[in-house]
């Protein structure tokens, strides 16, 4: 088709996404988004992303839960509470860590849309990965381009 003839017409959806409070570690929160999300275009993408600078967003398996225990494990041994080269220490022993986990891991995901369903791999899962003592609610803002 010549440019500029394609009738096909491009829909934005937005939708922001109350987390509950989770406890420090990593969750699986695929079904919650899904059922968030509602129904889905035939084709196109969704972008979450999450509003705060202390959790993440993160693509993993979603199977043996083993491997949230060593994702959290093996974060926490790499990025330390209490290191003394930290300055930001004002809001707790876990904040600043946290900061560093999120900007490791990421706030946002881009996910396509295949026949109406998140094209996630076999085994993979949305995670929220909650770096505070505390964190306290989670919002995500799901964009829908359809």
Known sequence: MPVGTNKRTSMIQQKTIQIPQYK??????????LRELGSLPETGIVNLLLQHTSAALTLNENADPDVRTDLDN??????P????????????????????KSS????????????Q??????????????????????????????
Not at 119 to 138: K, P
């Open 24 to 33: 420090r570690g990593f969750h699986l929160i695929t079904a919650e988004i």
């Open 104 to 115: 490791v891991f990421g706030v946002s995901l881009n996910i396509p849309i295949t026949n």
């Open 81 to 100: 509470e209490n290191d003394p080269v930290y300055t930001h220490i004002l809001e707790g022993s876990d904040d600043m860590p946290a900061h560093i």
């Open 74 to 79: 093996f974060t926490n041994k790499l990025i």
């Open 117 to 146: 369903r998140l094209n996630l791999g076999t085994w993979q899962g949305i995670y929220l990965c909650e770096f505070r003592n505390h964190g306290g609610s989670r919002r995500i803002v799901a964009t829908i381009y359809s």
